[in-house]
Nanobody, 125 residues
Framework: QVQLVESGGGLVQTGASLRLSCAAS????????MGWFRQAPGKERDVVAA????????YYADSVKGRVTISRNNAKNTVYLQMNSLKTEDTAVYYC??????????????????WGQGTQVTVSS
């Protein structure tokens, strides 16, 4: 079993940056695809970014492309989401997820095997 714990969320102003971290425990996730989702009040949970097992391939939602970078450190069993130039519409609960597949295709299909509990990101104008 894998436990995922997100951290790094908070309240920031527009234009600021945040780096979210997702620490995995229970077993190594070095051969798992990982992803970040977000859910704003009254909206569906959407994929923000995804990364394959090695970090060689990434995906970004159009709404964050150019402002967000997903990365991973398999030695630390941790995945990161660097968010820059934050906008009010980025306000949401951000969730980390893992798929037992090496490719992030199942992440994009929302077929994740493990989920974190979420971390709140609030961007004020």
């Amino acid at each position: 079993q894998v436990q995922l714990v997100e951290s790094g969320g908070g309240l920031v102003q527009t234009g600021a940056s945040l780096r979210l971290s997702c620490a995995a425990s229970g077993r190594t996730v070095s051969n798992y695809a990982m992803g970040w989702f977000r859910q704003a009040p009254g909206k569906e949970r959407d994929v923000v970014a995804a990364i394959n097992w090695s970090g060689s391939s990434t995906y970004y939602a159009d709404s964050v492309k150019g402002r967000v970078t997903i990365s991973r450190n398999n030695a630390k069993n941790t995945v990161y989401l660097q968010m820059n130039s934050l906008k009010t519409e980025d306000t949401a609960v951000y969730y980390c997820a893992a798929s037992r597949q090496p490719s992030y295709r199942t992440i994009l299909e929302h077929k994740c095997d493990y989920w974190g509990q979420g971390t709140q990101v609030t961007v004020s104008s």
